[in-house]
C-alpha cells in the first residue's frame, strides 16, 4: 500500500509527458546569432607621478590620520603632501616611475592601433595599401604656383621681406591675370597627367587590395545602420509595426469618439492660454525673421555641352547625382572631371565620388 502510494505521483507525472511531444533542440538562426562585440577604447596611459600618486596615497592617509587629533584631515593635504614628497625623490627612484609610464605608453599606443583597426577597418586598410593607391595629378594652377621662375618673379614684385603667405597671393593674382598662351604649357601637363592617373585609378581599382577595402567600407556602413536602428529602438521604445498587423491591432474610432477628442483638445489649449500671462507688446525684443524650413545647399553647374556627351553614354542622371554631392561641390573639380571618373567607374557613383576626392 505504501509503496502504490509513492509511485503515483510518478504515474500521474508520465501520463502528462504523454500528452506532450518530446522536445527537440535546434541550432540558433544566423540571424539571430548575437553579433561581435564593439571594440572597447583602451584605457589611457598614466604618467609617473600618477603611478607615484597611486603608490603613495594610502600610506600618506595614514599618516595624516595618525597626525590629527580626531583623525579628520582635507583631501588637499593628501596632495600637498604627495606632491612635496614627489619633488625630493630622488632621480634613481622617480626613474622607476618614468620607466613604468613609458611602458603603459608603450601599451596604450598598441592597444589604439588595434582599436582603430577593429572601429575603423576601412581607414586601416586605406594606411595599409596607400603606397599602391595612385596620388591625384596636380591642376594646371598647381602647378602654375608651384613653378620656382614664377615664384621668384613673384618675389621680385614685392618687399624684399615678403614671406611665403605673400608670395603664394602674388602668384595666384598672376595666374587669373595670365592669357591662354602663357596658361596652356601648365594646362597640357596637368591634362596628361590627369589622363595617367585615371589609368592607374582603373588599374587599382581590379586589384584584390581595392576589393577588399570596398568590402570592408560595406561591413561598416551596415554595422552603422544596424546601431542606428538599436539606437532609435531604445530611445522611443519597440519600432512601430506595420502594414495589416498594425491596422487589426489599432482600435477603430467612431466620428462621434473622434469629434470629441477634438473638443478636449481644443478646450485644453484653451484653458492653456488663458494661464498664460499677456506679452508686453511694448517692451517685447524684435521679432527675428521667419528661416526657410529647408537650406539646400546648391550643386555644381554643369556644362551643358558636358551634360550632352554623359546623355549620349547614358550617365547624365549619373553625373547629375554626382555634381549633387555636397562633398563634390565643395571640391574645385569640373564638369570634365566628374564625366571622366564616372568613365573611370563604369558609370558608378561612389567610386567615382572616392576617386575625384582621393579617397
Not at 597626525?67 to 630622488?90: H, M, N
Not at 481644443?266 to 517692451?283: G, I, T, W
Request: glycine share 4%; hydrophobic share 35%; net charge positive.
Amino acid at each position: 500500500r505504501f509503496l502504490a502510494q509513492a509511485l503515483r505521483p510518478l504515474a500521474r507525472l508520465s501520463a502528462a509527458c504523454s500528452h506532450h511531444p518530446p522536445c527537440t533542440m535546434t541550432a540558433p538562426d544566423a540571424k539571430s546569432a548575437p553579433s561581435a562585440p564593439e571594440p572597447q577604447k583602451p584605457k589611457r596611459a598614466q604618467s609617473a607621478y600618477f603611478l607615484f600618486t597611486n603608490a603613495m596615497r594610502e600610506e600618506v592617509t595614514k599618516g595624516l590620520k595618525e597626525k590629527s587629533e580626531e583623525g579628520k584631515f582635507k583631501f588637499g593635504d593628501v596632495a600637498k603632501e604627495i606632491s612635496s614628497r614627489w619633488s625630493s625623490l630622488p632621480e634613481s627612484e622617480k626613474k622607476v616611475y618614468e620607466d613604468k609610464a613609458a611602458a603603459d605608453k608603450q601599451r596604450f599606443e598598441e592597444e589604439f592601433r588595434v582599436y582603430q583597426e577593429a572601429s575603423d577597418m576601412a581607414g586601416a586598410l586605406r594606411k595599409k595599401y596607400a603606397h599602391l593607391m595612385p596620388k591625384r595629378a596636380a591642376t594646371a594652377a598647381a602647378r602654375f604656383l608651384q613653378d620656382a621662375a614664377v615664384r621668384e618673379k613673384a618675389a621680385k614684385e614685392l618687399k624684399p621681406d615678403a614671406g611665403a603667405k605673400e608670395v603664394d597671393a602674388k602668384v595666384r593674382e598672376m595666374w587669373k591675370a595670365a592669357g591662354e598662351e602663357e596658361r596652356k604649357p601648365y594646362e597640357e601637363q596637368a591634362a596628361k597627367e590627369k589622363a595617367e592617373f585615371f589609368k592607374q585609378q582603373t588599374a587599382w581599382q581590379a586589384t584584390p587590395e581595392f576589393a577588399e577595402i570596398e568590402k570592408a567600407e560595406k561591413e561598416q556602413e551596415e554595422r552603422e545602420k544596424e546601431q542606428g536602428t538599436e539606437e532609435k529602438v531604445q530611445e522611443g521604445g519597440a519600432p512601430k509595426k506595420k502594414g495589416k498587423k498594425a491596422a487589426e491591432e489599432t482600435p477603430t474610432k467612431t466620428a462621434a469618439d473622434a469629434k470629441k477628442d477634438a473638443s478636449a483638445t481644443k478646450a485644453a489649449s484653451k484653458a492653456k492660454a488663458a494661464k498664460r500671462p499677456a506679452p508686453d507688446k511694448e517692451n517685447a525684443p524684435p521679432a527675428e525673421p521667419k528661416r526657410s524650413k529647408k537650406s539646400v545647399a546648391p550643386g555644381l553647374l554643369l556644362d551643358a555641352a558636358v551634360v550632352a556627351e554623359a546623355a549620349k553614354l547614358s550617365m547624365e542622371p549619373a553625373l547629375r547625382n554626382l555634381a549633387n554631392r555636397p562633398e563634390i561641390a565643395a571640391s574645385s573639380r569640373t564638369s570634365a572631371d566628374l564625366l571622366d571618373a564616372l568613365r573611370a567607374s563604369g558609370g558608378l557613383v561612389n567610386p567615382a565620388k572616392r576617386a575625384l576626392l582621393g579617397l
